[in-house]
């Protein structure tokens, strides 16, 4: 994983493998909060155009429907409909992992308190 260290990788697997053990985490029971992020895209990322967009800063990004959803997003069968080209950063998102359920918990929170998920 390009950008991890080992002690950083370790802590990302045990931690993605204690949250799956603990029944935690389960993707069927999510809000799929991750596949409304914004991704920014690097430059050996290969995603159609029709995908992508630029933010008024300049930056590359996977584009979204006016909800906030990742337009690669097949809404009929909620996958990614560009698995096998994804982006890198989508390919470093480990489910389960620290960062994963650090959005959870976030999202979790703000919608207990009535306060909508706010898009970048």
């Known amino acids: 994983m390009p950008g ?7 802590h990302i ?3 993605s493998a204690q949250a ?3 029944g935690d985490v389960d993707c069927t029971r999510c809000d799929a909060v991750c596949c409304r992020l914004t ?10 155009p029709r995908f992508t967009a630029y933010t008024p800063e ?8 006016e909800e906030g959803w990742c337009l690669a997003i097949d809404a009929a069968r909620m ?11 989508c390919r470093r998102f480990v489910m389960a992992g620290p960062y994963c359920q650090e959005v959870r918990a976030d ?8 306060i909508p998920l706010q898009l970048y």
């Open 58 to 65: 300049g930056l590359h990004v996977m584009d979204r429907d």
């Open 20 to 22: 799956l053990r603990s």
């Open 107 to 114: 999202y979790s929170d703000r919608m207990a308190r009535g």
């Open 4 to 10: 991890y260290g080992a002690r950083e990788i370790e």
């Open 39 to 48: 991704v920014v895209l690097q430059s050996e990322d290969r995603i159609p």
């Open 13 to 15: 697997v045990d931690g």
């Open 79 to 89: 996958q990614c409909s560009i698995y096998e080209i994804r982006p890198q950063i």
